[in-house]
């Protein structure tokens, strides 16, 4: 039985990207195809596709007969970066929504105290808003911020993932050519963009308004 071949030298960006979001311990690398990719990563092989045409690395180019290689250390720190940076996006949504809600009710962020109240008025002032916020929450009007962060993330990732097999599914039911195939991708992608700069410009502007 021939020897697997050796796995070349990683480059000094890969290499750093790897040491960041390395491995699970005991897990080898190892050159792969795009469905051995996809079944290590829990992913379809739709967001494969959509990830490598962001930017996810590519060992080998597919060709007629021949499918995409990936190293699987590399892939694997992409898709951790990617999941931290979208994590970390979240947290600074939070923050600013959070900064945002000191600013209108007039708190000081640093200690808390509403400027100009008494003690007493603070205490007063706080004890109606936890009764406000306690009957909004039963009433079905108030949510956890964390629930809410999870629930936009989850439709986010669900619009993504649909929006990255919809040019596969016109191509199958609507009999699209090659290149319709790749102007639907690109009109996707551009949709994908534009939430993306919307998302963050909301951020932008509530950490202004927090400020």
Known sequence: MAEPAALRSLTPSEAALVAEYP???GVPDAVVNKYQLADALGKSQTTLDAWRRAGMPVESEGTNGRSYEFRLSVCFAWMAKRDAEEAAARLQAEG???????????????????VGLTPRQQREILELEHAYMIAARDRGELMRAEDVAEGIQDLLAA???????????LGRECGLDGAAIEA???ICDDVLDGARREILGMIGHAGAAAD
């Open 23 to 25: 491995l699970p311990a």
């Open 96 to 114: 600013a929504a959070q900064q945002l809600r000191l600013a209108l009710v007039g708190e000081d962020s640093a200690g808390g105290a509403r």
């Open 159 to 169: 619009i993504r993932d649909g929006l990255d097999a919809l040019p596969d599914r």
């Open 184 to 186: 639907a991708q690109r």
